[in-house]
């Protein structure tokens, strides 16, 4: 199934969107499955589940974190992590330039936006990302690049709201991106939409989704 829910997905997908295939909780036989398919961006939300399966799935695969991220747990993704989505502190973006460092490499980062109308949802509201993006402490933080913004709408089906909050973020996202920023900044990705949600997104100014139980299946826990 999973080689067919993948084709069946990347075949609808305009040729701007990055796909980027959800494999939490999965084993790593379905991720073979998926790599065998063509697949070759993964998403993970535990950092400790994502190395373990770097360690065993061939080395061109791109990992992305998706997770809520702990910062002192950076250091076991740092030398192989290829984008993190949900980053909601300069506190956390420190941490990864000083892992970076270490390993001498840039590592990409989104910033994650808060645009859910729920209290539970992890992100930044847009003027704390606009200080992030203006503060100098991020002039010196070199090796990390913020590469664009990641959102995740209310868990709804009222299709008017999450037009309105996808379009909200694409609004700020245009905005930024042609602004003067720093030279380790330089927005491109807007990640943007879910198995439930990814063609509203989509529609609505999303260049990268995250698409999980439409490709694995129903996961039987979080
Ligand atoms: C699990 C998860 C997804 C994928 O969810 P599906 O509904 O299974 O497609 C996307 N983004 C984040 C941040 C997730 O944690």
Redesign the pocket.
Known sequence: MITKNLQHIKASLPEHVTLVA?S?TKPVVDLQEAYNAGQRIFGE?KIQEMAEKFDVLPKDIKWHM??HLQSNKVKYMAHFVDLIHGVDKLKTLKEINKQAKKHNRIINCLLQAKIAKEETKFGLSFEEIESILQSNDLTTLENIKIVGFMG?ATFTENQEQLQEEFLLLKNFFQKHKTANKSANCELTILSMG???DYNLAIENGSTMV?????IFGNRNYN
């Open positions: 959800v939490k939300n998706i997770g995740m879910m198995s439930a995250r698409v999980g139980s439409s």
